[in-house]
């Protein structure tokens, strides 16, 4: 027998879906004639994050142009599914400075973090942007990526 598995989703306007996926939030989509169910055999939401560093507009504007058509609508719904309860535990945030010649480990710390990874590791850089560092982005050659038991987030080195 197959066990299935149903969220909740719930609707949500593009601005307000685009605020929650650059916060790290884990956003459905389907086309515009399709609601968000896990029960349908035939087509299923369709889950985004910012954990490989794409922008929103350019994943939805893909997402549109293979999966939106006459049938199923030309445009997009954005769901988000309904958190029942969070829960956080500690992880240790490594700071590595990286440039072309080398890698230095400047400094590490400890914060409560969701243990949804896309999430933790998004809250980890704005922590370390709060610190004053200078964040490089995984799409422009930065490696901010959740391990075992730390999340590294590289920065760029201070420029005197």
Known sequence: MRTIVTKEYTR??????????????????TPSNIVATDSSPWIKPYPINNRAGDNFD????RY??????????????????????TTVKKIEVVI??????????????????PEDRARAVAEAIKAVKARGYNV?????????????????????????
């Not at 650059?22 to 459905?28: A, D, F, P, T």
């Not at 293979?66 to 049938?71: F, I, K, L, S, V």
Request: with cysteine; hydrophobic share 35%; charged share 30%.
């Open 58 to 61: 350019d994943i939805v504007n």
């Open 136 to 160: 490089i982005p995984n799409d422009q050659g930065g490696c901010n990526e959740y391990s075992e038991d730390s999340i590294a987030i590289t920065v760029a080195p201070d420029v005197e």
């Open 96 to 113: 590595i400075e990286a440039d072309l010649n080398y890698m230095d480990l400047l400094e590490s710390f400890e914060m409560e973090l």
């Open 12 to 29: 949500v306007r593009k601005n307000v879906a685009r605020k929650l996926f650059n916060e790290g939030r884990i956003i459905y989509l």
């Open 64 to 85: 549109e142009y293979y999966n939106c058509n006459y049938e199923l609508g030309y445009y997009t719904n954005f769901w988000i599914s309904e958190e029942k309860e």
